[in-house]
């Protein structure tokens, strides 16, 4: 079975800096991918980003980037340059190659202060 | 085009009612997907359909939950019996379905049920 973990219930950080959201997981699978959410207050989960886990090279979108230690079973997301409509809950999602199943994280509330 | 609908948006009912949650998947899209999100977690698999057929429905928690997609699109979840620990946000999600490839799961604003 496999698991995902955020370590960090909560974080806070100034407008236009730089923050990092922790995610370790657990697998036994090969092939597999993980994901970050976003889920403001509209409860709406929105994509963020996904690495495939046979990739070496660290996915990034425009503000967003990962970390991925595959050996580790590492994932944490770097949001540069934050925003204040970054404030929301982040979920970090593991599902392996040709399931169905998401499997979430804790989630990590983040807020960013003007 | 339009997202993933879920009606209604916020339901209260009383301890051993029955409810039903509806879900209006993205047009095209033959796989759905209910999860449940207990406050302060993160959401949790209920069950998927492919097409009219529950393909998976092992994260059910009992046998009052049961869902339905009777055409292929629309799903409707049911709760039968409720109790004060089923208050949760139910979210339904759907995608593409295009063999062993991972497909987006794009997901609609949740159901927020409160069983009083």
């Known amino acids: 079975a496999q698991t995902v973990t955020q370590s960090q219930p909560e974080m806070s950080v100034q407008e236009a800096e730089t923050v990092t959201l922790s995610c370790t997981y657990d697998?036994?699978?090969?092939?597999?991918?993980l994901f970050w959410y976003k889920q403001p207050p509209s409860r709406q989960m929105i994509l963020v980003i996904r690495?495939?886990?046979?990739?070496?090279q660290n996915a990034t979108e425009n503000r967003f980037s990962v970390n991925f230690q595959k050996a580790a079973k590492s994932f944490s997301l770097k949001i540069s340059d934050s925003q204040l409509g970054d404030t929301a809950m982040y979920f970090c999602?593991?599902?392996?190659?040709?399931?169905?199943?998401?499997?979430f994280g804790q989630g990590t509330r983040l807020t960013i202060n003007p | 085009g339009a997202g993933v609908s879920q009606t209604p948006s916020n339901k209260v009912t009383e301890k051993g009612k029955y409810v039903e949650l509806r879900c209006d998947p993205i047009?095209?899209?033959?796989?759905l997907y209910w999860y449940r999100q207990s406050l302060g977690q993160g959401p949790e698999f209920l069950i998927y359909?492919?097409?009219?057929?529950?393909?998976?429905d092992s994260g059910l928690p009992n046998d009052r939950f049961f869902a339905v997609r009777p055409e292929g699109s629309v799903s409707t979840l049911k709760i039968q019996r409720t109790e004060r620990g089923d208050s949760a946000v139910y979210l339904c999600?759907?995608?593409?379905?295009?063999?062993?490839?991972?497909?987006?799961?794009?997901f609609g604003p949740g159901t927020r049920l409160t069983v009083l």
């Open positions: 999600a759907s995608s593409f379905s295009r063999g062993d490839s991972y497909n987006e799961q794009f």
């Open positions: 697998t036994s699978e090969n092939n597999y991918y």
């Open positions: 690495q495939e886990a046979y990739k070496q």
């Open positions: 999602a593991s599902i392996p190659q040709g399931a169905q199943k998401l499997v």
């Open positions: 047009s095209g899209h033959t796989a």
């Open positions: 359909f492919q097409g009219t057929g529950a393909a998976d």
